[in-house]
């Protein structure tokens, strides 16, 4: 049981991740280019909705309200497939920001630079900024991965039989009040501490490389 509710807890942060990802990118490059000068004042507004809305609001209720009031009458879609995109909504508000602030922190020269040698804002965002940004905040997106893996543990409330809800079914069967979710912690925690090293080790790594 552990072992099946593992891979689901998984599959929903990975996937979820994509969709954060692809979502965040695409929304903070939205702002930052409304912000420089770009006429898309309609889609900077929905995009600052969106996030608004998806940070102020608990993802539980989101998870919620996708499976029990938009998703209600939809009995063919998996709640799996319901809760990644629930997650993936979630997750892409925060990425936005996490981009956003790496965007802004590269040098307004570099884009100046491109533009004076003739390349379009696209391809100067796409070939020169971007790749600079996302170095920057490549230790921030591992720590919302983090925090991802870890807010998928409330899944089990549209009956996804994740790690939480696997101990939560062991419990019931064996009648053991604690073990099965002090297992299920411990193995919360040993993915943290795995990811967490992981991460410091990456920060460490890109000091070296700026430094060189």
Known sequence: MLLDGL???LSM???ATLIG?????????????????????????????YI????????????????????ATARDVNTLHIAILAFGL?????????????????DPGQMEAGRSL???????MLRIVLPQAFRNV???????????????????????????RAGQNIQALTLEHSQPLVMVALIYLAMVLVLTELVRRLE?????????
Request: net charge positive; proline share 2%; glycine share 10%.
């Open 7 to 9: 891979k689901a807890t």
């Open 13 to 15: 942060t990975l996937f």
């Open 21 to 49: 990802l692809v979502l965040g990118l695409v929304i903070s490059v939205i702002r930052v280019a409304y912000r420089g000068g770009a006429r898309i004042g309609l889609l900077n507004a929905l995009a600052n909705l």
């Open 52 to 71: 608004t809305v998806l940070r102020g609001t608990p993802v539980m209720v989101q998870l919620l309200i996708w499976n029990f009031s938009i998703f």
């Open 90 to 106: 979630n997750s892409g508000a925060y990425v936005a920001e996490i981009f956003r602030g790496g965007i802004e922190a590269v």
């Open 118 to 124: 003739g390349l379009s804002y696209r391809v100067t």
């Open 138 to 164: 490549v230790p921030m997106l591992f720590n919302e991965f983090i925090t991802l893996l870890k807010e998928t543990s409330v899944a089990g409330y549209i009956g996804i039989d994740d790690l939480t």
């Open 204 to 212: 460490k790594w890109l000091h070296r490389s700026r430094r060189s």
